[in-house]
């Protein structure tokens, strides 16, 4: 069992950043590839970034610049700096390591 935990969110104006942090409590095999998930209420979770164990990152369309998806492999963490918010990532964020899950954290931007 690995459990997620997952901080940093909050209500932010648009325009602004925050960075969001996710701690899991183990690593399985030596991977640590991780990645940050969205969803909106009543929505499909999209994914919106991630980190291979290799480094390797990849982005959702909208957010590449303005997301950073990083990890700090001795403290089994992974983080989500997030620049220049948008209204539209309003949402509550999950990461996720194999089919494990975050409870989720949410992130308002208002205008």
């Known amino acids: 069992q690995v459990q997620l935990v997952e901080s940093g969110g909050g209500l932010v104006q648009a325009g602004g950043s925050m960075t969001l942090s996710c701690t899991r409590s183990r690593t399985i095999l030596g991977i640590s590839a991780m990645a940050w998930y969205r969803q909106i209420p009543g929505d499909q979770r999209e994914l919106v970034a991630s980190i291979a164990t290799n480094g390797t990152t990849k982005y959702l369309e909208s957010v590449k610049g303005r997301f950073t998806i990083s990890r700090d492999d001795a403290k089994n963490m992974v983080f989500l700096q997030i620049n220049d918010l948008k209204l539209e990532d309003t949402s509550v964020y999950f990461c996720?390591?194999?089919?494990?899950w975050g409870q989720g954290t949410q992130v308002t931007v208002s205008s």
């Open positions: 996720t390591f194999f089919n494990y």
